[in-house]
């Protein structure tokens, strides 16, 4: 088989081009690697600035989740041969674990937010209902064993059963700690 000097470089040109994309490729992926660190760092920085009494074990662990996934990344790059499938599943996965990250961050922090206020609002209720003081120091109890979401639950309830519509009051009063605390 006798291949001729502009197949060679025909063959050559392409090979070329193809590696000029391969690079090209590694370049943006590595430049969002460093996009996805700043975010989880952002992230990170609103977990432990939020004004909470502890940060839970799970969101713990998908902070440690989301950065393990990033490690993964990085050593998908550095493997040779470069296998580009593999490292754009990885990054989709960390991209995945980093919004559930988010999400769930956020969520924590606005079912705080809205706990502190449910308890502003009703300390009102406190000294005349008895039911509500009972059920304001379970939630208490939950809130400081970081439960949050159980937290702002039995305070929501306890408020509800005395003013049907408090919650939506707390809502209104919430709104503007709500937007500034969950900015990212």
């Known amino acids: 088989i006798t291949t ?17 994309k391969l690079r090209v490729e590694e370049m943006d992926i590595r430049n969002e690697l460093d996009g996805l660190r700043k975010e989880l760092h952002l992230v990170d920085r609103k977990l432990h600035k939020a004004n909470i009494p502890g940060i839970p074990d799970e969101m713990r662990s998908r902070v440690a ?7 993964v990344v990085e050593k998908s790059l550095e493997e040779v041969p470069l296998n580009m499938a593999q490292v754009r599943t990885n990054v989709k996965v960390a991209k995945e674990l980093l919004e559930g990250a988010r999400t769930k961050v956020i969520e924590m922090v606005e079912n705080v937010i809205l706990f502190e206020h449910t308890i502003r609002y009703g300390n009102r209720y406190r000294a005349t209902h008895p039911d509500v003081q009972k059920r304001f120091r379970a939630a208490e109890r939950s809130f400081t064993a970081l439960r949050y979401t159980k937290a702002l639950e039995e305070a929501g309830v306890a408020v509800s059963q005395v003013d049907p519509k408090a919650l939506e009051a707390i809502q209104r009063l919430a709104q503007d700690d709500l937007y500034k605390a969950t900015k990212l």
Do not use: Y
């Open 4 to 20: 001729s000097f502009e197949q060679i470089v025909s063959e050559q040109s392409t090979f070329a081009e193809d590696l000029k």
């Open 65 to 71: 989740e989301v950065e393990e996934q990033l490690f």
